[in-house]
């Protein structure tokens, strides 16, 4: 067989999805025959059904026989819906036109990457991040520059950081508040000082704000908020978090940059010709529908990391702080790492294997998550209690 192209290797992945392949493997061959479950504390999807009202849409469409291709774009009322709820955290006069459909949110990363990074481009990527970024990145040949997020700033940057690791092959910068995975917020005042920069430099900046409405302290702020900015930068959002609808793969890119919508349509076009029209339709509904349900899960989500936070932070050589937004927590495990020599990797392959409760080394997100393990917390309470209390029988005897 002939070769697979140059980039091929260069292509990353979301270990998180290797990790769920192991542990379901352990489960099965190993505890399943003792009688004995996994307890799940990394899911990085919501812990709730999709709301009746958005699946009656979708069930509803494909009854319309709204089964067949839609615009590359989108249906125009799912885009004005999506322009109406964007304009409402970033006042920014949005209308259809700006706003491409996407499956899934992450397509928004593949494409805005493609459109401007060529061999030896750089981008500037926080870490610990959503791996995807560098991946895609490295994939097309150019260069990721980490700045690090740290836990003593709430997983915030200093600016200066930014300004520095900004040189004449820098493209894009892209940030991501709420983050995955560590929680973080960005202040105003820092979303402010990396507007001063990206204008002052003529930066790209890719938004990833998914997490928009899970902030459970203060209000989220978008970057495209700030004067100059819409035209710079390219929101990414969709329904998968929100609204608890990661399978339907609903997302979207929103900006004032008529030339990068452009090509993000192209080469949606040229990848899936459209989103799904069904789950258009549910996506109509879960935008511009009730949204109560919203609002139960995020009371929920914020229980649930109140108990997690209370409860990681009784076991002996583990300490986080709140994070303020999503629906993770980094917690610091230095100390066991020291204490037992062993890397964050191997201290989740033993909590899996000894205490069988699945979580996440902060490595999966980038080398400066070399210090910490990541939860989720949108198990349930039951759930969070059963799991940490194995782990902190498990770290209590070693
Ligand atoms: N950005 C971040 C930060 C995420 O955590 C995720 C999903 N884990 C995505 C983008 C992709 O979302 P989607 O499932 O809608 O493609």
């Not at 899911?43 to 615009?71: L, W």
């Not at 304009?87 to 990457?113: H, L, Q």
């Not at 520095?164 to 995955?180: E, G, R, Y």
């Not at 108990?307 to 994070?323: D, S």
Request: proline share 5%; hydrophobic share 40%; with cysteine.
């Amino acid at each position: 067989m002939k070769n697979f192209s140059n980039r091929m290797p260069r292509l990353g992945t979301e270990n998180a999805f290797s990790v769920i392949g192991k542990a379901k493997k352990f489960e099965a061959e190993v505890l399943a025959p003792a009688g004995k479950k996994l307890i799940y504390l990394q899911i990085g999807e919501p812990g709730f059904d999709t709301p009746r009202n958005i699946n009656d849409a979708a069930i509803k469409a494909i009854n319309d026989n709204q089964t067949h291709y839609t615009p590359t774009a989108g249906i125009q009322i799912l885009r004005e819906a999506v322009a109406k709820s964007t304009n409402k955290y970033a006042p920014n006069d949005y209308t259809f036109e700006d706003v491409v459909i996407t499956s899934g949110a992450k397509p928004i990363i593949f494409y805005m990457i493609n459109a401007l990074v060529d061999e030896g481009d750089e981008v500037i990527v926080p870490n610990p991040c959503f791996p995807i970024y560098g991946s895609v990145t490295e994939y097309l040949g150019g260069k990721v520059v980490p700045i690090k997020l740290t836990e003593e700033n709430d997983f915030n940057f200093k600016i200066e950081e930014l300004e520095k690791s900004i040189t004449p092959k820098t493209k894009l910068l892209i940030i991501n508040s709420p983050q995955n995975p560590t929680g973080g917020v960005f202040s105003k005042e820092l979303l402010g000082q990396i507007a001063e920069v990206a204008i002052k430099n003529d930066l790209w900046v890719l938004s990833d704000e998914i997490y928009n409405e899970m902030v459970h302290e203060g209000e989220h702020v978008s970057l495209a908020s700030f004067p100059g900015m819409a035209e710079r930068t390219v929101i990414l959002n969709g329904c998968s978090k929100t609204y608890a609808m990661t399978g339907y793969r609903v997302g979207w890119g929103v900006s004032k940059n008529k030339e990068m919508m452009k090509a993000i349509e192209q080469l949606a076009c040229n990848d899936t010709s459209c989103v799904n029209a069904s789950a258009q339709y549910a996506a109509l509904e879960a935008v511009s529908g009730p949204q109560a349900d919203v609002e139960m899960m995020l009371a929920e989500y914020k229980n649930r990391r109140d108990l997690l936070v209370k409860l990681v932070n009784e076991v002996p050589g583990m300490k986080c702080v709140a994070p303020k937004g999503a629906f993770y927590l980094m917690v610091n495990v230095r100390e066991i790492l020291n204490k037992l020599n062993i890397t964050a990797e191997e201290l989740c392959d033993r909590i899996m294997k000894e205490a069988h409760v699945l979580i996440l080394p902060g490595t999966v997100f980038g080398h400066f998550g070399e210090d910490f393990v990541r939860f989720s917390y949108v198990s349930t309470q039951e759930m969070i209690i059963e799991g940490m209390q194995r782990i902190k029988a498990f770290l209590t005897k070693i």
